[in-house]
């Protein structure tokens, strides 16, 4: 799935040279959300009996997960590099993480090491000289994509922790409220684009095995990960996406970035860490 997820950063810095970022995204998710739609029909009845209240936190997922961080990634990086955008939005796990301690999953002592680790891989990129010039208004887009990604991430895991409602309900309901917001405001301020049979290939592939599949996954493992495990576990897209950057947009890093990303990993790993026989104490009913 990260894999996934990490190949559509190269996909979208592509399609960007010829579609307007929220049109993009809002075609992309409608598409996707169609393409579920058979799934969710087979599972009507569930949809019928869902409570009022748990319909409305769906579609407020929607709205924060898919129109405003799906859709903050689009236009951000029509400003920023991938590599770049993706360590910013490294530090959810650590927003994630201090938001935790005044839930039910507060992190372990082994994962605030994990997160500091993180931290100073992330402060070790942007040291000074190093972070890209002239782009005070992607580095806005991104801090305000960054809080969203945060509050997606912690209200997801709470939309699927007692994994009552199946993850392909949650994914098509929340990407249909996202998706619509996304492409009216695409519509609106954009107008209808003409696109090439270029741009209509990456939409596809976007929106069928990226989003259709990889979301739903996605919200499968939230029924089984603390919120900051699904976090932190996402976060290993930051070396596989500066790597795919490097080999197809060209994107150079020099050696202190690397090794930032290093540490960024490295904290990935001991956020992950759990001993042996330890099961999670909010894994989904077998």
């Known amino acids: 799935m990260t894999f996934l997820w990490s190949t559509s950063w190269v996909l979208i810095k592509r399609g960007l040279v010829e579609i307007p970022p929220l049109t993009f995204a809002g075609l992309r998710y409608a598409l996707a959300f169609l393409l579920l739609v058979p799934a969710v029909w087979v599972r009507r009845r569930e949809v019928r009996t869902l409570p009022t209240r748990e319909t409305a936190r769906i579609a407020v997922l929607g709205v924060v997960l898919y129109a405003l961080t799906q859709g903050g990634q689009f236009l951000t990086l029509a400003h920023l590099e991938a590599t770049t955008l993706s360590l910013v939005l490294s530090m959810t796990a650590i927003v994630v993480g201090l938001a935790g301690t005044r839930g039910r999953e507060s992190p372990r002592p082994?994962?605030?090491?994990?997160?500091?680790?993180?931290?100073?891989?992330?402060?070790?990129?942007?040291?000074?000289?190093?972070?890209?010039?002239?782009?005070?208004?992607?580095?806005?887009?991104?801090?305000?994509?960054?809080?969203?990604?945060?509050?997606?991430?912690?209200?997801?895991?709470?939309?699927?922790?007692?994994?009552?409602?199946?993850?392909?309900?949650?994914?098509?309901?929340?990407?249909?409220?996202?998706?619509?917001?996304?492409?009216?405001?695409?519509?609106?301020?954009?107008?209808?684009?003409v696109l090439s049979l270029r741009s209509w290939a990456i939409i596809a592939w976007l929106a069928v095995v990226n989003t259709a599949f990889a979301f739903t996954l996605w919200n499968r493992t939230l029924q089984t990960l603390s919120a900051v495990e699904s976090t932190v576990l996402n976060n290993t897209m930051l070396v596989q996406i500066a790597l795919l950057a490097w080999l197809f947009l060209g994107e150079t890093r020099g050696l202190i970035e690397w090794l930032g990303l290093g540490l960024v990993a490295g904290g990935t790993a001991l956020v992950q860490f759990r001993p042996r026989g330890r099961r999670s104490r909010n894994a989904a009913p077998t």
Do not use: C, K
């Not at 890209?132 to 997606?152: F, M």
């Not at 709470?158 to 993850?167: G, S």
């Not at 409220?177 to 209808?192: E, Q, Y």
């Open 110 to 193: 082994i994962q605030w090491l994990g997160m500091a680790l993180a931290a100073g891989g992330s402060a070790a990129y942007f040291a000074p000289g190093r972070a890209e010039a002239g782009h005070a208004l992607g580095y806005a887009l991104a801090a305000a994509t960054l809080t969203a990604n945060a509050a997606a991430s912690l209200l997801g895991r709470r939309v699927n922790r007692d994994a009552t409602v199946p993850p392909v309900v949650v994914t098509a309901l929340s990407m249909g409220a996202g998706a619509l917001i996304l492409l009216a405001a695409g519509l609106v301020l954009d107008g209808i684009p």
